[in-house]
């Protein structure tokens, strides 16, 4: 019996921690600017993201905001084409959802991850996306 305690427990510890909700304060350090650092697939692959001339401006606020794609500039700032993305978070069966809406689609994608510098993703077609906060061209 002490056997089988001990084999389950890893599992355990593993299930627990996968299940770690995301919490208000965690939503809040999405706000603000993020660029794509790469992309793992399904199967393992990974796509790694090394130039990005196009990165994510997220404003949520009581659970519901925008996203934003901005290109950024050599002199640090960063321009746009005013089209924003609704965003609604959600928790859904203990997960927590980013549910996007424009006028020509709606799409969602689990909040994996949230820190001051990481944020994680996954699509609807289970491909995880990985971002970091961008350095400034000036920066870098």
């Not at 992309?39 to 090394?50: N, Q």
């Not at 006028?103 to 609807?124: G, T």
């Amino acid at each position: 019996m002490k056997r089988i305690l001990l084999n389950l427990l890893p599992v355990l510890f593993l299930l627990a921690s996968c299940s770690k909700t995301i919490s208000e304060s965690d939503i809040k350090e999405l706000n603000g600017y993020w660029e794509i650092e790469k992309a793992e697939m399904p199967d393992g692959e990974v796509k790694e993201y090394t130039v990005n001339t196009i990165v994510d401006f997220f404003e949520i606020e009581n659970n519901k905001g925008t996203r934003q794609k901005v290109m950024p500039q050599i002199d640090g700032e960063y321009l746009t084409n005013e089209v924003y993305e609704n965003v609604e978070i959600v928790e859904v069966d203990g997960k927590t959802m980013m549910k996007y809406h424009t006028e020509f689609a709606d799409w969602q994608e689990q909040l994996i991850k949230v820190s001051k510098d990481e944020l994680i993703v996954q699509n609807e077609h289970d491909i995880k996306y990985y971002y970091k906060r961008p350095i400034p061209f000036s920066k870098k």
